[in-house]
């Protein structure tokens, strides 16, 4: 691998300015390489016409070895492969099954659940509070038990396993799979004895084993934490932004366009699961051998001004945003649609309400390599 002919990327220095980073190894060329202290060397795609090619290539196939896979109880072995390591035909197939219940229709179908979801977080909310544990970090769960069926009188429960989730290398996150298994298991058993009004009811009525079905709560609770960094980056950036922040509240239409600019803003997901080379093959004018691990800037990709114009500007009336921050190709987010209204409906009715930044943004943000968040969001309502 020709490294040193390639922008190389500290991966220490990408904590501390994603976008400037990664922006830089863009404008250097559109490959580069990221060091990693313990690790081999990944190839980096740093342009967005090269991401999505990259992303939509057969020959990058995604592995076991693409994910940090915790130490669970044999019983829970079979459900931790989720659609999202499975490749070709067998991803394709249980792809089909489940588009019909995440598409954009069937997410404005729930947009009004949503709303009492939002309103029955926030309306407690006055003076000075800190956003993460008190809206955005529960609202992702929240959503999840509406779509799947969750009982009420368990929903503090898995409201729990969200607060774990959402900090997946932390210690508690592995003894609460065994938890979030057995949840999703008697979630999958009443919605077959009792199909209700819900997202897992229609998945229910699809092809999908119990053991299909069981995988794929798992997998909502894995993957539906992303709003909860996205509200949260959303939030400061309009703070941040005043100017912007006016235009939307004079302007409440645009803000599915907005949402669409934020994601590509200061979207949480910084880099695409690594997939690997299944032969030789030409990525971006360098030879790789098989095997070797590559990753997409998608932050880089998103700020890239041979798509953007002003791309390191914040602009809500932005009429084309085509982010990559669901991905792009074979595994572009399935849950998308849920993500985008959810957040829709929460910077919707926290923008009714007064809200001023309660600390200095430079204390907020936490140093992450894979996602764009922040620690905290204190703010004065």
Same mark, same amino acid.
């Given at each position: 691998?020709?490294?040193?002919?390639?922008?190389?990327?500290?991966?220490?220095?990408?904590?501390?300015?994603?976008?400037?980073?990664?922006?830089?190894?863009?404008?250097?060329?559109?490959?580069?390489?990221?060091?990693?202290?313990?690790?081999?060397?990944?190839?980096?795609?740093?342009?967005?016409?090269?991401?999505?090619?990259?992303?939509?290539?057969?020959?990058?196939?995604?592995?076991? +070895?693409?994910?940090?896979?915790?130490?669970?109880? *044999?019983?829970?072995? $079979?459900?931790?492969?989720?659609?999202?390591?499975?490749?070709? @035909? +067998?991803?394709?197939?249980?792809?089909?099954?489940?588009?019909?219940?995440?598409?954009?229709?069937?997410?404005?179908?729930?947009?009004?659940?949503?709303? +009492?979801?939002? /309103?029955?977080?926030?309306?407690?909310?006055? /003076?000075?509070?800190?956003?993460?544990?008190?809206?955005?970090?529960?609202?992702?769960?929240?959503?999840?038990? @509406?779509?799947?069926?969750?009982?009420?009188?368990?929903?503090?429960?898995?409201?729990?396993?969200?607060?774990?989730?959402?900090? $997946? /290398?932390?210690?508690?996150?592995?003894?609460?799979?065994?938890?979030?298994?057995?949840?999703?298991?008697?979630?999958?058993?009443?919605?077959?004895?009792?199909? /209700?009004?819900?997202?897992?009811? *229609?998945?229910?009525?699809?092809?999908?084993?119990?053991?299909?079905?069981?995988?794929?709560?798992?997998?909502?609770?894995?993957?539906?934490?992303?709003?909860?960094?996205?509200?949260?980056?959303?939030?400061?950036?309009?703070?941040?932004?005043?100017?912007?922040?006016?235009?939307?509240?004079?302007?409440?239409?645009?803000?599915?366009?907005?949402?669409?600019?934020?994601?590509?803003?200061?979207?949480?997901?910084?880099?695409?699961?690594?997939?690997?080379?299944?032969?030789?093959?030409?990525?971006?004018?360098?030879?790789?051998?098989?095997?070797?691990?590559?990753?997409?800037?998608?932050?880089?990709?998103?700020?890239?001004?041979?798509?953007? %114009?002003?791309?390191?500007?914040? %602009?809500?009336?932005?009429?084309?945003? $085509?982010?990559?921050?669901?991905?792009?190709?074979?595994?572009?987010?399935?849950?998308?649609?849920?993500?985008?209204?959810?957040?829709?409906?929460?910077?919707?009715?926290?923008?009714?309400?007064?809200?001023?930044?309660?600390? %200095?943004?430079?204390?907020?943000?936490?140093? *992450?390599?894979?996602?764009?968040?922040?620690?905290?969001?204190?703010?004065?309502?």
């Amino acid at each position: 691998m020709p490294g040193a002919l390639m922008y190389e990327i500290d991966l220490a220095a990408t904590m501390g300015d994603p976008f400037g980073v990664y922006g830089q190894a863009r404008e250097a060329g559109p490959l580069a390489v990221l060091r990693m202290p313990g690790a081999p060397e990944w190839m980096v795609v740093t342009r967005y016409d090269d991401i999505r090619a990259a992303l939509g290539d057969s020959r990058l196939e995604i592995r076991p +070895e693409s994910f940090m896979r915790p130490d669970v109880p *044999d019983g829970c072995l $079979p459900y931790m492969r989720t659609m999202s390591e499975m490749n070709g @035909a +067998e991803h394709a197939r249980l792809r089909r099954a489940v588009t019909p219940a995440f598409t954009p229709r069937r997410a404005e179908a729930f947009r009004a659940r949503i709303t +009492e979801i939002v /309103g029955r977080l926030l309306d407690p909310l006055d /003076g000075e509070t800190d956003l993460i544990p008190a809206f955005t970090r529960p609202l992702p769960m929240d959503v999840i038990c @509406a779509l799947v069926g969750v009982p009420e009188d368990d929903r503090e429960r898995w409201r729990a396993y969200g607060r774990v989730v959402d900090t $997946p /290398g932390g210690p508690d996150f592995a003894a609460a799979i065994p938890g979030i298994m057995a949840g999703a298991k008697a979630a999958v058993a009443r919605r077959r004895a009792e199909p /209700g009004d819900d997202l897992l009811s *229609d998945l229910v009525a699809s092809e999908l084993t119990d053991q299909e079905l069981v995988t794929l709560v798992w997998h909502l609770v894995l993957a539906g934490q992303t709003p909860t960094n996205l509200i949260a980056n959303s939030v400061l950036a309009l703070l941040s932004h005043p100017e912007q922040l006016a235009v939307l509240r004079e302007r409440p239409g645009l803000m599915p366009r907005a949402v669409e600019e934020l994601i590509r803003f200061c979207g949480p997901t910084m880099l695409s699961i690594p997939r690997h080379a299944r032969e030789p093959m030409d990525l971006c004018g360098v030879e790789i051998a098989p095997g070797t691990p590559v990753t997409c800037a998608l932050v880089g990709g998103n700020r890239d001004p041979r798509v953007f %114009d002003d791309p390191e500007e914040l %602009d809500v009336t932005r009429e084309r945003a $085509p982010h990559l921050g669901f991905a792009h190709g074979p595994h572009f987010c399935v849950g998308a649609s849920i993500a985008r209204v959810t957040t829709q409906v929460a910077l919707t009715e926290l923008l009714k309400r007064d809200l001023e930044l309660a600390a %200095d943004p430079a204390t907020l943000r936490t140093p *992450d390599p894979g996602t764009y968040r922040l620690t905290a969001l204190p703010v004065r309502l």
